[in-house]
């Protein structure tokens, strides 16, 4: 437990300290402070880790999984605030940061089915819903784009197309871990959930902040980054807890 308070009191102070460079000052002190911030949920995940002596294979593997995802998080905070400094290369800054986050959800979605498949017969059992989901995931994807575009006028221009494969694999990554968390029913997987959760509410600020013209907004930078941010060091604890 001492270990746990520590990374997330470490956590917390490089986040506080981030935001507040962000908000104040941006450019390149605001991609360090963000970088050192994104360090530390990683270095969380992996001093947790490291803590593991126990784990059977697919625990162990699933645990991995989250550090990969982790660190692709890092690496698309560093891309995506380099969009704002090198605003002459932000196309490939926006689009390499996103992907970047979209490697880490497909980590996350493998860590998710190796930790069920320690718990129960997956791919026995479980196959059907996670078709259903897929189809729950791409229309859901639909109706936000629907609601973006017509009701809070977002104008996703040419990263349209792009936006929505993003989104379709975010939304889904949120929806198999509520069923996940369903089916196994143990803490790590509810801790799953309400990080994935934070993660989709905070994208869905960010899609206001860069779509919508408001990337400066004080308000929506402080709220994107705090639920960002609680998701990432929240979905780091599931290895304490496995």
Same mark, same amino acid.
């Given at each position: 437990? &001492?270990?746990?308070? #520590? /990374?997330?009191?470490?956590?917390?102070?490089?986040?506080?300290?981030?935001?507040?460079?962000?908000?104040?000052?941006?450019?390149?002190?605001?991609?360090?402070?963000?970088?050192?911030?994104?360090?530390?949920?990683?270095?969380?995940?992996? &001093?947790?880790?490291?803590?593991?002596?126990?784990?059977?294979?697919?625990?162990?593997?699933?645990?991995?999984?989250?550090?990969? /995802?982790?660190?692709?998080? #890092?690496?698309?905070?560093? #891309?995506?605030?380099?969009?704002?400094?090198?605003?002459?290369?932000?196309?490939?800054?926006?689009?390499?940061?996103?992907?970047?986050? +979209?490697?880490?959800?497909?980590? *996350?979605?493998?860590?998710?089915?190796?930790?069920?498949?320690?718990?129960?017969?997956?791919?026995?059992?479980?196959?059907?819903?996670?078709?259903?989901?897929?189809? /729950?995931?791409?229309?859901?994807?639909?109706?936000?784009? #629907?609601?973006?575009?017509?009701?809070?006028?977002?104008?996703?221009?040419?990263?349209?197309?792009?936006?929505?494969?993003?989104?379709?694999? +975010?939304?889904?990554?949120?929806?198999?871990?509520?069923?996940?968390?369903?089916?196994?029913?143990?803490?790590?997987? *509810?801790? +799953?959930?309400?990080?994935?959760?934070?993660?989709?509410?905070?994208?869905?600020?960010?899609?206001?902040? *860069? &779509?919508?013209?408001?990337?400066?907004?004080?308000?929506?930078?402080?709220?994107?980054?705090?639920?960002?941010?609680?998701?990432?060091?929240?979905?780091?604890?599931?290895?304490?807890?496995?």
């Amino acid at each position: 437990m &001492f270990t746990l308070i #520590l /990374g997330l009191i470490i956590c917390v102070i490089t986040l506080s300290i981030f935001i507040s460079i962000r908000v104040k000052r941006g450019e390149l002190a605001g991609v360090f402070s963000k970088t050192v911030a994104s360090f530390a949920f990683v270095g969380f995940g992996l &001093f947790l880790l490291a803590q593991k002596i126990n784990l059977n294979t697919y625990t162990m593997y699933a645990s991995v999984c989250i550090i990969l /995802g982790l660190i692709c998080g #890092l690496i698309g905070d560093i #891309l995506l605030d380099l969009k704002v400094v090198y605003a002459f290369h932000k196309d490939k800054f926006l689009y390499a940061g996103m992907t970047s986050f +979209l490697v880490g959800h497909i980590f *996350y979605i493998i860590s998710m089915i190796l930790f069920a498949t320690n718990q129960v017969n997956f791919f026995a059992n479980h196959l059907l819903p996670f078709f259903l989901i897929l189809i /729950g995931a791409g229309i859901l994807t639909t109706i936000v784009w #629907l609601i973006s575009t017509k009701a809070l006028k977002l104008d996703y221009d040419k990263y349209t197309a792009f936006v929505n494969v993003y989104s379709f694999v +975010l939304i889904f990554t949120t929806l198999l871990s509520v069923y996940m968390a369903c089916i196994v029913n143990i803490i790590p997987m *509810y801790i +799953l959930t309400v990080g994935f959760v934070l993660f989709l509410t905070s994208d869905l600020v960010l899609s206001m902040q *860069y &779509f919508g013209g408001k990337l400066m907004d004080k308000k929506l930078i402080v709220t994107n980054h705090l639920l960002y941010y609680f998701a990432q060091i929240i979905i780091a604890m599931f290895i304490y807890f496995v």
